[in-house]
Nanobody, 123 residues
Framework: QVQLVESGGGLVQAGGSLTLSCATSGRTFSSYAMAWFRQAPGQEREFVAG????????IYSNSVKGRFPISRDNAKNTVALQMNSLKPEDTAVYYC????????????????WGQGTQVIVSS
């Protein structure tokens, strides 16, 4: 059974930083792309960042580019999202997801998801 478990969310002031982590199990982690999505209240879930299976390629939404580097550790089966210079508009539930296609913006391309972790950025 494939499982993804996010951690690291919380409450932070604007301008601060948080690091989200996603631990995976149940299949060969290094064979699949990973991504982070987020969903703010009343809005659709949106792509935030993606990383290729080997970790050599990354892609970001315009809203987080330059602030939220994504990384992965294939030896530990984890993916991280370092969130810097946080803004109130970054407030959302953040999800990690895994799938066969690197950089896919549609959530339909991902076959397993975590349960989400809440990030709240106060102004």
């Amino acid at each position: 059974q494939v499982q993804l478990v996010e951690s690291g969310g919380g409450l932070v002031q604007a301008g601060g930083s948080l690091t989200l982590s996603c631990a995976t199990s149940g299949r060969t982690f290094s064979s699949y792309a990973m991504a982070w999505f987020r969903q703010a209240p009343g809005q659709e879930r949106e792509f935030v960042a993606g990383i290729s299976a080997a970790g050599g390629r990354t892609i970001y939404s315009n809203s987080v580019k330059g602030r939220f580097p994504i990384s992965r550790d294939n030896a530990k089966n984890t993916v991280a999202l370092q969130m810097n210079s946080l803004k109130p508009e970054d407030t959302a539930v953040y999800y990690c997801a895994t799938g066969p296609i690197y950089g896919a913006w549609s959530e339909r391309e991902y076959d397993y998801w975590g349960q989400g972790t809440q990030v709240i950025v106060s102004s």
